[in-house]
């Protein structure tokens, strides 16, 4: 995850996810071999607009693992536990620069169908 986030201390980083636990129902998933390959954070909950959904707010796989299956093993996981917790859709937000990690999205048969907005307020 460290990857994905380097702005997390390592001290900070599981006092940050056990809080996020508790207040959000934020959750780790991770895949090994012998080591840790892939990690994904992710998050299941509820809108009044579209009903029950799994969003996904990390999805990782090792820089020296990346193209060998690892992340679509996880991200194909997450599916299923969607699927398992009666969720109608699987989301997530990804970067407008992280290409490559669309092309991956597209390719797992997601549908880009919404802008996200944001505004820095510090």
Not at 66 to 85: C, I, M, P, T
Request: net charge neutral; with cysteine.
């Amino acid at each position: 995850m460290a990857e994905l986030r380097p702005h997390i201390q390592r001290d900070e980083f599981l006092p940050l996810v056990k809080r996020l636990t508790e207040i959000a129902g934020f959750q780790l998933a991770y895949l090994t071999d012998s080591e840790v390959k892939a990690v994904a954070g992710f998050r299941i909950s509820e809108w009044l607009a579209s009903g029950k959904y799994l969003e996904i707010e990390d999805l990782v796989a090792k820089t020296d693992e990346r193209s060998k299956g690892y992340g679509g093993e996880l991200f194909d996981w997450l599916v299923e536990h969607a699927k398992q917790n009666n969720c109608l859709q699987l989301r997530l937000v990804s970067r407008v620069s992280r290409l490559d990690a669309h092309r991956f999205y597209l390719r797992k048969g997601m549908n880009l169908e919404a802008h996200y907005f944001s505004m820095n307020l510090k």
